[in-house]
């Protein structure tokens, strides 16, 4: 089952049971597909490839939403729980990225690998590191390689 036809599915059931903040979502996405595929030069196919890469980039968009919320405290606080519950809904549709703890091991393992000592070298480690196959948060890789190599 593509990830169309599941969300469709999952559209539905929400229109049944009244659920409007999954309905709302769901909406959401499918709009910001239907926007991506008649984008100036856009010439792919509509299929799982272009729904993981629009959930992808609108998840990371809504999480940066989220800490600006939360930020204004209790003026923010609804916006920022109804962006929450967006992010972990469209979250069962990516890949599971490797928790903070492996992606510190992969890390070490580049820098190992790379010889590397000198901050200078951060982009090639975290080059490597996003090429391994592996599925990272490219913000957390960046993170723990400036650690390691300004030790």
């Known amino acids: 089952m593509t990830i169309e036809d599941?969300?469709?599915?999952?559209?539905t059931a929400a229109m049944k049971d009244g659920d409007r903040?999954?309905?709302?979502?769901?909406r959401q996405i499918r709009?910001?597909?239907?926007?991506?595929k008649s984008a100036p030069g856009f010439t792919g196919d509509?299929?799982?490839?272009?729904?993981?890469?629009?959930?992808s980039t609108y998840v990371k968009r809504m999480?940066?939403?989220?800490?600006?919320?939360?930020?204004?405290?209790?003026?923010g606080r609804e916006q920022a729980e109804?962006?929450?519950f967006e992010i972990e809904y469209l979250s069962t549709y990516l890949p599971t990225k490797l928790d903070e703890a492996a992606t510190r091991a992969l890390v070490a393992q580049?820098?190992?690998?790379?010889?590397?000592?000198?901050?200078?070298?951060t982009g090639q480690v975290i080059g490597r590191v996003m090429k391994s196959g592996e599925e990272v948060d490219g913000g957390l890789v960046a993170r723990l390689v400036k650690e390691e190599l300004n030790k």
């Open 31 to 36: 709009s910001e597909v239907s926007v991506a």
């Open 110 to 121: 580049a820098i190992q690998d790379l010889g590397a000592t000198d901050p200078k070298m």
């Open 63 to 75: 999480g940066k939403s989220k800490t600006e919320y939360e930020a204004l405290g209790e003026r």
């Open 21 to 26: 903040a999954t309905l709302s979502v769901i």
């Open 46 to 55: 509509v299929d799982d490839e272009l729904f993981l890469s629009t959930i």
């Open 82 to 84: 109804k962006l929450a």
């Open 6 to 11: 599941q969300l469709v599915a999952a559209q």
